[in-house]
């Protein structure tokens, strides 16, 4: 077969994979997606692998659950990866294997790099395309520089995915404007080529799944920066990343990556950090994923404090003088590395493993009863998002959780706004025209309130599964319950 065909037979199977994509049999698209402010290029990733998946009949509920997670594990290795080889570049072998111990022990990357959020995505690539940009590498004496033009590609990648990323690019982008000596060739061969290649090719796609043409890149920026809809989801004031979300992600590494800065001088990722974090405190809904693309990098600063911790500087002449300064280093050293190991592989275990585990723990066993017939339809009387959905359950059955999608009018509650401020008055009205569900989801807070109502409507308490020990944001969801339908 020579190359055309090879070519024509790839671009017919990717197509047809498109087309199967967009012809799905059951499942759920949120309001972003009739919004048009997600692309599809991050979701097709795990879609791909699901076709995979059934192509080789390993399509079980319990392959379909894991392998997207196996497939984040295995970018976040890439990551990894490239924060060491990136630290080793601009600070050399011994800063690097710290940065990789930092990045494996802090409680914050332990928890959230390996899921499938397209913040680790955005995270991963940020880490690999910083590798690759001359003005990020001018520290190191190594040479040749690796090609420009990676990095590019990958930023623009990250931005197709999730379009703020664009707050960290334009920082770098602007740096290696001022750094390169050819500044026209950067530009006019360089960035718009291959920026509007990769989000030309985006475009493309959103337009085949979307059945028409849209621009993900500008609704995303009309929705979260020009009309605030984000802050529909709550806001936090402007020191929040300071003062709570980054300062608790670094944690107990937060004195070892202030020493960092200070020591390496290394003012460029530094003041990129300081970017980032300052313009996200501008907007008003603030997330802890939306500054994880550089945590990674303030951790890397903690390894430049680390490794300077284990070195003296007393001549290895003087033995006893040289030996005992070794020893007082090396003391030092084992306590640090015990602190930091002892307060996040604690908080790393807890938060991945006990904290609000009762959301998945209750679509695993409904997807095992799904496999025996016994689950007919679903009623999640929850904050909406509150449980995963038919990425868990993986079964074609009817599924209802309270809507929450975004309205501009002022002073609008939606369902799931309802339902918090007043369970009963809320559940007795939307009983009047339910289909009645084989099972209803809801949280302790809240069953208390209903346990009348369900009782008179025949649902009885099959299953209890923990969720919480503390409570976040709202009353304390020590619970989350699952009743089933016991009527004629």
């Known amino acids: 077969m020579n190359i055309g ?88 072998e011994h800063v690097a294997r710290w940065a990789l111990f930092a990045q ?38 190594e040479d040749p520089l690796a090609p420009r033009s990676w990095g590019l ?25 001022f750094s390169t000596l050819h500044r026209v060739k950067f530009i006019f061969v ?40 984000g802050d529909y989801y709550g806001t936090h004031p402007w020191h929040w990343y300071f003062t709570q979300g980054f ?40 997330e802890f994923r939306f500054v994880l693309p550089v945590l990674p990098i303030a951790l890397m600063f903690s390894a430049v404090a680390l490794a300077k911790l284990g070195k003296t500087n007393v001549s290895y002449g003087q033995n006893k003088a040289s030996q005992s300064a070794a020893t007082r280093s090396s003391i030092k050293t084992k306590l640090a590395v015990l602190f930091l190991l002892g307060t996040n592989l604690p908080m790393a275990l807890y938060m991945s493993m006990v904290h609000q585990r009762g959301s998945e723990d209750v679509m695993y066993y409904l997807s095992r009863e799904a496999v025996n017939g016994e689950i007919t339809s679903v009623l999640f009387l929850t904050p909406c998002h509150a449980t995963p959905y038919y990425s868990t359950l993986h079964h074609d059955i009817p599924m209802r959780f309270l809507d929450c999608t975004p309205s501009e009018e002022k002073g609008y509650l939606d369902e799931s706004d309802k339902f918090m401020m007043d369970p009963v008055g809320f559940t007795s009205e939307f009983a009047k025209n339910w289909s ?8 302790d ?24 020990h503390f409570k976040v944001d709202r009353d304390l969801q020590a619970s989350v319950v699952l009743y089933a339908f016991r009527g004629h």
């Open 104 to 141: 494996l022990a802090n409680w914050f990357i332990f928890f959230c790099i390996t899921r499938t959020l397209s913040n680790t995505l955005e995270t991963v690539l940020t880490l690999v395309s910083l590798y690759y940009w001359p003005c990020i590498r001018t520290s190191s004496g």
């Open 247 to 286: 300062t608790v992600m670094v944690f107990t590494f937060l004195p070892f990556v202030v020493a960092g800065i200070v020591i390496s001088k290394e003012w460029k990722l530094s003041g990129l950090i300081a970017w980032v974090v300052g313009i996200y405190s501008i907007l008003g809904h603030k």
């Open 436 to 443: 009645i569900p084989s099972h209803i989801i809801l949280f």
């Open 190 to 229: 360089e960035v718009i080529p291959i920026g509007g290649l990769v989000l030309g090719l985006t475009f493309l796609l959103d337009r085949m799944m979307y059945g028409s043409w849209v621009f993900v890149p500008l609704n995303f920026l009309k929705f979260n920066i020009l009309s605030s809809g």
């Open 445 to 468: 807070s809240q069953e208390k309130l209903l346990k009348e109502f369900l009782a008179s409507h025949q649902f009885h308490e099959i299953k209890r599964f923990f969720h919480a």
């Open 153 to 177: 590609a990958l930023a623009a990648l990250a931005c197709a995915i999730r379009p703020t990323s664009a707050i960290i690019w334009i920082y770098v982008g602007l740096l290696e404007l």
């Open 5 to 92: 065909k090879l070519l024509k037979l790839l671009i017919s199977s990717l197509l047809g994979f498109l087309i199967d994509l967009n012809d799905s049999r059951y499942g759920h698209l949120t309001w972003e997606w009739n919004r048009g402010i997600r692309s599809y290029l991050h979701p097709s990733i795990f879609a791909l692998l699901y076709k995979v998946l059934a192509f080789l009949h390993l399509d079980t509920p319990w392959f379909m659950m894991k392998a997207p997670r196996l497939l984040q594990s295995i970018f976040s290795a890439v990551g990894d990866l490239y924060l060491y080889k990136l630290s080793k570049i601009l600070f050399g």
